[in-house]
């Protein structure tokens, strides 16, 4: 009898313990569902934080890529290209393939356009005729220009959640107004402003709120003069 009795406990302690792992799991479920269909730290957070990464990831991609063609190639500046598939802006893609980033005999680096949801659908800005100020140079001519991509755009969450992974400070992105954000590079650095503000002075990455544009605009520094 004493030896029945105890496995008797001890098959209701198990069949307990089965029980609790149950319920912990269904109520760790029930909490990830709500925390996704709040917006707590849910699919819409999630889904910032990845376009988030896609404004770090491509134009780093692309930093890389220049200063290679640079130096192992001896590309200069003023002689990249940066003409892709379907656009004819920076001229006609295929060229001159050693020069041209996006090309498998140049850069060979894809063309990424920006995911859906992370902006307004406008294509990357590769341009040189704007200086960002206390980066490199900053003198008010073409020969401080920098070499920027710009996407102009950017929903005002992911333009907060990229300055605070800068900054780690939540902030509303300052206003700029600066004209020249369009123009598009095709080897020749000019000067149409400088992009000054105290929060952006001597950053290489940063967004924005373009007075001129009526948009959030992201720019990263391809190359700093």
């Known amino acids: 009898m004493k030896n029945s009795t105890a496995s008797g406990q001890s098959g209701n302690v198990l069949f307990l313990i089965l029980i609790a792992v149950v319920l912990f799991a269904a109520l760790s479920f029930a909490v990830s569902q709500s925390m996704r269909t709040t917006g707590g730290g849910g699919i819409s957070e999630e889904a910032e934080k990845i376009n988030t990464a896609y404004l770090h990831q491509f134009p780093s991609a692309l930093n890389q890529t220049i200063m290679r063609m640079r130096m192992s190639e001896g590309v200069e500046p003023e002689s990249l290209i940066f003409a892709f598939p379907g656009n004819t802006d920076y001229g006609t893609f295929g060229t001159l393939p050693q020069n041209e980033v996006f090309h498998p005999l140049g850069g060979g680096l894809s063309y990424q356009k920006a995911p859906d949801g992370i902006n307004d659908g406008s294509d990357w800005i590769f341009n040189g005729d704007l200086e960002i100020s206390n980066l490199g140079s900053t003198s008010g001519t073409n020969t401080s220009s920098d070499l920027l991509a710009i996407l102009p755009g950017i929903t005002e969450k992911i333009c907060r959640y990229v300055n605070f992974d800068l900054t780690q400070v939540m902030q509303t992105p300052p206003s700029i107004t600066v004209a020249g954000e369009t123009n598009k590079f095709t080897g020749t650095f000019g000067y149409a402003g400088t992009i000054n503000d ?20 992201f720019y990263k520094a391809l190359l700093e003069r």
């Not at 105290?198 to 605009?217: E, F, M, Q, R, W």
């Open 198 to 217: 105290p929060a952006i002075a001597g950053h290489d990455t940063y967004c924005y709120y373009s007075t001129n544009l009526g948009k959030y605009v």
